[in-house]
C-alpha cells in the first residue's frame, strides 16, 4: 500500500502551565496514542515524520519511541526506495499479521497482511446470497487458512482480524441491523459469532465505512478529512469521513443513503418504503429492468460492454443511475460539504457514463460553493477497497493493543 500524504509543518506556542499529576498522566496517554496511530496507519516513518504528522514535539517524539522500542512493541525496518529506515509495529510478535475479511451479498475477499500493512496474499471466491453466518464464516476461514499456508504463517501468528459486513451493526448492542443484505446475519452479535468461529480477536464494522477507511488511507481519499465513498453495488450505501474519522452515528447507521427516498410513488424496497434510491440504482434492480430485453443471463460486464458499444438502453439505465445518486450526493454536499465523493462498487466501471449525469445533478442541485468543493472521482481501490479498510480496522486494534501494553507496564506513570 502507498505511504499516506505528509500534511505540511505547523508550529504551535503552548503557554506552560501547572499540570496535577492524573492530568500529565493523561497527557502522555494522549501523545502514545496518537503516536502508534500513526506508525499503525502510515508505517516505515522517521521520527521527523511521526512529529510532522502528530504535531507533537520532536523531543516527546524521541521518547515515547524510544519507551516503545525499548519495550520490543515498535522497531526500525527498511524502507523501499531509498535506503532509510521507518518504523513499524511489532506488536509482541515479529512475524505477527492480521487477517481482513469482506463478506459481500455474492462473495467473500480475504487478506493477510503484516503491522506495516504490507498485503501479503489476498483471494475472493463466490458467495451463494442465502448462506448462513456459520456457513459464511467457515468459508472465509478456510480461505484465510490457505492464504497464510501459502504465505507459510501460521495461525498463531494472527494478531488480529477485521471484518466487513453489509449491513448497519449497532454500537451499543453490537448486533447486525434487519437492513443488512445478508439477511441471515440480521440480528446477531457480529462480533461474537465471528469470534467464536475464528477463535481470534475480531474487530467488526459495516463494509461501507471499511471502504471510506480504505479509500481515505490509502486510495482517492488520501490527504482528505472530510469524504464521502459511495458503494453502488447490489445495496447501496456510503461511508462518511467527517474530521478524518469513520462517521457512524447514534445507531450505527450513517451512510444508509440506500434508503433515501427519491420517488414517494416509485418501486416497493426491501425497507418497506416506496423509491428509495436503491430501487433505482441497485444493481438486481437495473438488471431486472434490462433483462426484459437482454435475457436473464445479462450482467454487469455485460451491461457495461453493451453501454461502452452505444447501447441506448444500457447507456440510459446508467445514465438515470447517476441522476438518482446525484440528487442524494447534491444533498449531501449541502448536510456536510465534504471535500471529495469517491464512487465505488460494482457500478465505479460505468466511468463518465454515470460520473458525468452524477457530476451534472449535484452542479444544478447543490449550494454552488458546496458542489464546486466537492471532487467527484472513482475508486482508486476498486472491489479491494473495502479489504483494504478491513485490513486497517485490524491494525488499528493492534496498535490499540500496544498503547494498552505500554500503559500496562507503567510507561504512563513518568512526567
Same mark, same amino acid.
Given at each position: 500500500?502507498?505511504?499516506?500524504?505528509?500534511?505540511?509543518?505547523?508550529?504551535?506556542?503552548?503557554?506552560?502551565?501547572?499540570?496535577?499529576?492524573?492530568?500529565?498522566?493523561?497527557?502522555?496517554?494522549?501523545?502514545?496514542?496518537?503516536?502508534?496511530?500513526v506508525?499503525?496507519?502510515?508505517?516505515?516513518?522517521?521520527?521527523?515524520?511521526?512529529?510532522?504528522?502528530?504535531?507533537?514535539?520532536?523531543?516527546?517524539?524521541?521518547?515515547?519511541?524510544?519507551?516503545?522500542?525499548?519495550?520490543?512493541?515498535?522497531?526500525?525496518?527498511?524502507?523501499?526506495?531509498?535506503?532509510?529506515?521507518?518504523?513499524?509495529?511489532?506488536?509482541?510478535?515479529?512475524?505477527?499479521?492480521?487477517?481482513?475479511?469482506?463478506?459481500?451479498?455474492?462473495?467473500?475477499?480475504?487478506?493477510?497482511?503484516?503491522?506495516?500493512?504490507?498485503?501479503l496474499?489476498?483471494?475472493?471466491?463466490?458467495?451463494?446470497?442465502?448462506?448462513?453466518?456459520?456457513?459464511?464464516?467457515?468459508?472465509?476461514?478456510?480461505?484465510?487458512?490457505?492464504?497464510?499456508?501459502?504465505?507459510?504463517?501460521?495461525?498463531?501468528?494472527?494478531?488480529?482480524?477485521?471484518?466487513g459486513?453489509?449491513?448497519?451493526?449497532?454500537?451499543?448492542?453490537?448486533?447486525?441491523?434487519?437492513?443488512?443484505?445478508?439477511?441471515?446475519?440480521?440480528?446477531? @452479535?457480529?462480533?461474537?459469532?465471528?469470534?467464536?468461529?475464528?477463535?481470534?480477536? @475480531?474487530?467488526?464494522?459495516?463494509?461501507?465505512?471499511?471502504?471510506?477507511?480504505?479509500?481515505?488511507?490509502h486510495?482517492?481519499?488520501?490527504?482528505?478529512?472530510?469524504?464521502?465513498?459511495?458503494?453502488?453495488?447490489?445495496g447501496v450505501?456510503?461511508?462518511?469521513?467527517?474530521?478524518?474519522?469513520?462517521?457512524?452515528?447514534?445507531?450505527?447507521?450513517?451512510?444508509?443513503?440506500?434508503?433515501?427516498?427519491?420517488?414517494?410513488?416509485?418501486?416497493?424496497?426491501?425497507?418497506?418504503?416506496?423509491?428509495?434510491?436503491?430501487?433505482?440504482?441497485?444493481?438486481?434492480?437495473?438488471?431486472?429492468?434490462?433483462?426484459?430485453?437482454?435475457?436473464?443471463?445479462?450482467?454487469v460486464?455485460?451491461?457495461?460492454?453493451?453501454?461502452?458499444?452505444?447501447?441506448?438502453?444500457?447507456?440510459?439505465?446508467?445514465?438515470?443511475?447517476?441522476?438518482?445518486?446525484?440528487?442524494?450526493?447534491?444533498?449531501?454536499?449541502n448536510?456536510?460539504?465534504?471535500?471529495?465523493?469517491?464512487?465505488?462498487?460494482?457500478?465505479?466501471?460505468?466511468?463518465?457514463?454515470?460520473?458525468?449525469?452524477?457530476?451534472?445533478?449535484?452542479?444544478?442541485?447543490?449550494?454552488?460553493?458546496?458542489?464546486?468543493?466537492?471532487?467527484?472521482?472513482?475508486?482508486?481501490?476498486?472491489?479491494?477497497?473495502?479489504?483494504?479498510?478491513?485490513?486497517?480496522?485490524?491494525?488499528?486494534?493492534?496498535?490499540?493493543?500496544?498503547?494498552?501494553?505500554?500503559?500496562?507496564?507503567?510507561?504512563a506513570?513518568?512526567?
Amino acid at each position: 500500500m502507498p505511504d499516506a500524504i505528509t500534511p505540511g509543518d505547523r508550529q504551535s506556542i503552548a503557554v506552560r502551565v501547572p499540570r496535577p499529576r492524573g492530568a500529565l498522566r493523561s497527557l502522555r496517554e494522549a501523545n502514545l496514542r496518537r503516536i502508534v496511530e500513526v506508525i499503525s496507519r502510515d508505517g516505515g516513518l522517521s521520527q521527523a515524520e511521526i512529529a510532522r504528522r502528530t504535531e507533537l514535539s520532536a523531543a516527546t517524539v524521541s521518547n515515547l519511541v524510544a519507551e516503545l522500542r525499548k519495550r520490543g512493541l515498535v522497531r526500525r525496518r527498511e524502507v523501499r526506495g531509498g535506503g532509510r529506515r521507518g518504523l513499524e509495529l511489532v506488536g509482541g510478535r515479529a512475524s505477527g499479521v492480521v487477517v481482513g475479511i469482506d463478506f459481500g451479498h455474492r462473495h467473500i475477499t480475504v487478506g493477510i497482511a503484516d503491522t506495516a500493512g504490507r498485503l501479503l496474499a489476498d483471494d475472493r471466491q463466490p458467495l451463494p446470497p442465502d448462506l448462513g453466518a456459520d456457513e459464511s464464516c467457515a468459508e472465509a476461514w478456510a480461505m484465510a487458512t490457505r492464504l497464510l499456508d501459502r504465505a507459510g504463517i501460521s495461525r498463531a501468528d494472527v494478531l488480529q482480524v477485521g471484518v466487513g459486513l453489509p449491513g448497519p451493526i449497532d454500537p451499543v448492542s453490537g448486533r447486525v441491523g434487519w437492513g443488512a443484505i445478508l439477511h441471515r446475519w440480521a440480528g446477531q @452479535v457480529a462480533r461474537t459469532t465471528l469470534e467464536d468461529a475464528f477463535g481470534l480477536p @475480531v474487530v467488526v464494522d459495516n463494509d461501507g465505512n471499511l471502504g471510506a477507511l480504505g479509500e481515505l488511507r490509502h486510495g482517492a481519499g488520501r490527504g482528505c478529512t472530510d469524504l464521502v465513498c459511495l458503494n453502488l453495488a447490489t445495496g447501496v450505501g456510503a461511508g462518511l469521513i467527517i474530521g478524518g474519522r469513520v462517521h457512524h452515528g447514534a445507531a450505527g447507521t450513517a451512510g444508509e443513503i440506500g434508503h433515501i427516498t427519491i420517488d414517494e410513488h416509485g418501486q416497493l424496497c426491501r425497507c418497506g418504503n416506496r423509491g428509495c434510491l436503491e430501487t433505482v440504482v441497485g444493481v438486481d434492480n437495473i438488471l431486472e429492468m434490462l433483462r426484459h430485453s437482454y435475457g436473464e443471463k445479462l450482467d454487469v460486464p455485460r451491461v457495461l460492454a453493451l453501454a461502452d458499444q452505444g447501447d441506448a438502453r444500457c447507456r440510459r439505465a446508467l445514465a438515470d443511475a447517476g441522476r438518482a445518486v446525484g440528487i442524494v450526493v447534491a444533498d449531501l454536499c449541502n448536510l456536510l460539504s465534504p471535500q471529495r465523493i469517491v464512487v465505488g462498487g460494482e457500478l465505479r466501471s460505468a466511468g463518465e457514463l454515470i460520473l458525468g449525469p452524477l457530476r451534472e445533478t449535484v452542479a444544478q442541485r447543490a449550494v454552488p460553493a458546496a458542489a464546486q468543493a466537492a471532487e467527484i472521482v472513482p475508486s482508486m481501490l476498486g472491489d479491494r477497497a473495502e479489504l483494504i479498510g478491513a485490513i486497517c480496522l485490524a491494525l488499528d486494534a493492534v496498535g490499540a493493543s500496544i498503547v494498552h501494553d505500554a500503559l500496562s507496564e507503567g510507561m504512563a506513570a513518568g512526567g
